[in-house]
């Protein structure tokens, strides 16, 4: 059992009330998960080349001041996490972190995503790293029961791979282990032994060879055996589907303000106007998404 949350803002003078509102469902799911949680953010796009790259360290008193110094770049950071602004790709920076300090872990890339991700209670997770006051357009969420892989950082959601996309899972697939072995032979590297990062990892793979997040998902569908509920950001767009059973809860309710989704409904009792609100249970194997507005 797991919590899985998103929330998109259609109403563009809602942004900076992004991260309370969503705080509010994160930490409703916490009861669902409660052994490690984390939140991806949506924000504005950086300018230029510059790129976002989340980082955690495994202490809380990490010397960040003096990897800003190396870098010669910006570094926002909160206890064992930072935020860098850098000029670069992604396989670039990996590599070179790993060169700096084998013990930090790239959590994200990308113009528009901050992950925040840990072990222990939502509610503890989200004071730490003060969720209320992130601004944005959308987030997901996720709340971790342990059921297949140990209780890590890492294995916490939400799984990142590329640029701006991130993928959070309630559920359990079979088949993770062939499905490491078909990406693998591609060239896909993975980090942990989780069944979601094999989901993330092959919806990915699929966008970085062309497909539409619509034609990948095709693809997930045909390949991903176990059962699922899965929630997805990119840059501009909030996604969900459920496996052919949809044996996993999820519901959905939207307004002209917000579209939410939540493992339980309860987790969306305090959003504004939910008494208005569109509430209907998602159907098996059909892709819901919602794109920001410009």
């Known amino acids: 059992m797991c919590g899985v949350v998103g929330l998109l803002l259609k109403d563009g003078t809602r942004r900076a009330e992004l991260g309370r509102l969503v705080t509010g469902m994160f930490e409703t799911m916490g009861e669902r998960g409660p052994d490690?949680?984390?939140?991806?953010?949506?924000?504005?796009?950086?300018?230029?080349?510059?790129?976002?790259?989340?980082?955690?360290?495994?202490?809380?008193?990490?010397?960040?001041?003096?990897?800003?110094?190396?870098?010669?770049?910006?570094?926002?950071?909160?206890?064992?996490?930072?935020?860098?602004?850098?000029?670069?790709?992604?396989?670039?920076?990996?590599?070179?972190?790993?060169?700096y300090d084998p013990t930090?872990?790239?959590?994200?890339?990308?113009?528009?995503?901050?992950?925040y991700k840990d072990?222990?209670?939502?509610?503890a997770i989200a004071k730490r790293y003060r969720f209320p006051v992130l601004g944005g357009t959308h987030a997901v969420g996720h709340t971790r029961m342990a059921t297949e892989s140990a209780v890590s950082p890492a294995r916490a959601h939400p799984f990142t791979a590329g640029e701006d996309f991130c993928?959070?899972?309630?559920?359990?697939?079979?088949?993770?282990?062939m499905l490491r072995r078909k990406l693998e032979a591609e060239g896909v590297a993975f980090e942990t032994d989780n069944d979601t990062e094999a989901a993330c990892r092959l919806i990915e793979w699929r966008l970085r060879a062309g497909d539409s997040?619509?034609?990948?998902?095709?693809?997930?569908?045909?390949e991903l055996d176990?059962?699922?509920?899965?929630?997805?950001?990119?840059?501009?767009?909030?996604?969900?589907?459920?496996?052919?059973?949809?044996?996993?809860?999820?519901?959905?309710?939207?307004?002209?303000?917000?579209?939410?989704?939540?493992?339980e409904f309860r987790a969306l009792a305090h959003l504004p106007d939910v008494a208005s609100a569109n509430v209907f249970e998602p159907e098996p194997e059909r892709i819901y998404?919602?794109?920001?507005?410009?």
């Open 36 to 99: 490690s949680g984390g939140l991806a953010v949506f924000g504005e796009p950086t300018t230029g080349a510059l790129r976002r790259f989340n980082v955690f360290a495994p202490r809380r008193d990490y010397p960040w001041g003096e990897l800003a110094t190396a870098l010669g770049a910006s570094v926002e950071a909160i206890e064992n996490h930072a935020v860098v602004s850098l000029a670069g790709t992604a396989p670039d920076f990996r590599r070179w972190l790993a060169e």
């Open 104 to 115: 930090l872990h790239l959590l994200s890339a990308g113009r528009r995503i901050n992950v």
């Open 119 to 123: 072990v222990g209670a939502a509610g």
């Open 167 to 177: 993928l959070v899972h309630n559920g359990s697939l079979s088949n993770p282990n």
């Open 213 to 222: 997040l619509e034609q990948a998902l095709e693809v997930a569908f045909r």
């Open 226 to 263: 176990g059962f699922y509920t899965l929630v997805m950001g990119t840059g501009d767009s909030l996604t969900l589907v459920r496996d052919a059973f949809a044996c996993k809860p999820a519901v959905i309710a939207e307004t002209d303000s917000w579209v939410a989704i939540a493992s």
């Open 289 to 294: 998404t919602w794109t920001v507005p410009n």
